[in-house]
């Protein structure tokens, strides 16, 4: 069963910087490209940023040159590097698993997508 476990949270002052961790485990074979969303309370949650199989990465226009993805396939690991943070980056971030470009990986159906973590808080003060 593939399962998503958000670290790395924490509580910081504006400008300074914090580095997220999605470890995904049950997948030996399959292979997801992963996002980002993130939810304030009493909003949507929203998209943050997005990684695929490869590295070909997207960013919303509210992190665009703070924020950087990147995986370590090895480690089945995403990161989210925040760098400058704001006090409105204050918010629950989940990673999750994007459907794949190839169902079928490895003679394996890799259905796992759409899967979220439980979320790791950030919180930044002024």
């Known amino acids: 069963q593939v399962q998503l476990v958000e670290s790395g949270g924490g509580s910081v002052q504006a400008g300074g910087s914090l580095r997220l961790s999605c470890a995904i485990s049950?997948?030996?074979?399959?292979?997801?490209?992963m996002s980002w969303y993130r939810q304030a309370p009493g909003t949507e949650r929203e998209f943050v940023s997005s990684?695929?199989?490869?590295?070909?990465?997207n960013y919303a226009d509210s992190v665009k040159g703070r924020f950087t993805i990147s995986q370590d396939n090895a480690k089945n690991t995403v990161f989210l590097q925040m760098n400058n943070l704001k006090p409105e980056d204050t918010a629950m971030y989940y990673c999750?698993?994007?459907?794949?470009?190839?169902?079928?990986?490895?003679?394996?159906?890799?259905?796992?997508?759409?899967?979220w973590g439980q979320g790791t808080q950030v919180t930044v003060s002024s």
């Open positions: 049950g997948s030996t074979v399959c292979r997801y490209g």
């Open positions: 990684i695929d199989t490869a590295d070909t990465t």
């Open positions: 999750k698993t994007e459907r794949p470009i190839r169902l079928y990986q490895g003679g394996v159906y890799c259905d796992a997508y759409n899967l």
